[in-house]
Every structure is written in C-alpha cells, then in structure tokens.
C-alpha cells in the first residue's frame, strides 16, 4: 500500500497539477486507503474512489464517506475454482467452465469460470 500511496501522491503532482482525477478504480480496498491518504495530503476533494475486497477498512473508509463502492467476493469459490482449473489442466480432462461466450481479451474469447459477487456501496 505504501507503493500505491507514493505511485498516487506522484501522479497528482505530476499529472493532476491542482486538479483532481474524477475516478480512481483500484484493485483492492487497501489501495483505495492509499490513495486517500495522498489525496488528502494534498488538500483536494476525494474522486470517486472504487476498491476490492469488502475489506474492515473499506467497509470503514464507506462508512466514512470516503470510498464509493467496494466489490466483495467469496475467496474461498474462487480459490476453489482455480484449483480445480489447475487440475484439469494437469490431469489433462475438461475444466468445469460456465462461460463461453462473453470474455474477450482482444484476441479471442476466453472460455472461463466467472465467480458471483456483489456491489456494496
């Protein structure tokens, strides 16, 4: 997290000269706890500011007023599911896939196994 504060304070320096992003969308609530602290260091109004995790802190840093939303997911399905993925891939059967259709990385789709979560805001 000390990274990401460093990375934000340079970027309002350097690339927000007085001004502020509109949307800071970060990949955990940690990061998001980051870059109020260098927000606010520098004196300007928070942007909407979007975490992961549904983390003490983030739940917090809502509360707060602080963040604008957290994305929580079950770790668990999800560590679940990747060791499954690894297995089959292993063991060279079919990994259990319930998308084929809808994930693209620009070059083609890739079939996947897309976890449930849910929006806190």
């Keep these: 997290a000390a990274?990401?504060?460093?990375?934000?304070?340079?970027?309002?320096?350097?690339?927000?000269?007085?001004?502020?992003?509109?949307?800071?969308?970060?990949?955990?609530?940690?990061?998001?706890?980051?870059?109020?602290?260098?927000?606010?260091?520098?004196?300007?109004?928070?942007?909407?500011?979007?975490?992961?995790?549904?983390?003490?802190?983030?739940?917090?840093?809502?509360?707060?007023?602080?963040?604008?939303?957290?994305v929580e997911m079950d770790l668990y399905l999800l560590d679940e599911k990747a060791v499954a993925l690894v297995d089959a891939v292993l063991w060279d059967k079919d990994p259990e896939l319930n998308d084929t259709e809808n994930t693209p990385n620009n070059a083609a789709i890739i079939p996947s196994y897309l976890c449930e979560f849910t929006v806190k805001p």
């Design 3 to 70: 990274a990401v504060e460093k990375a934000m304070r340079s970027y309002l320096q350097d690339d927000y000269k007085g001004t502020r992003p509109d949307i800071v969308c970060t990949a955990s609530d940690d990061f998001v706890t980051a870059c109020i602290t260098a927000i606010e260091a520098r004196k300007r109004e928070l942007p909407l500011l979007t975490g992961i995790g549904a983390t003490e802190a983030g739940l917090a840093n809502l509360d707060a007023g602080k963040q604008s939303f957290t």
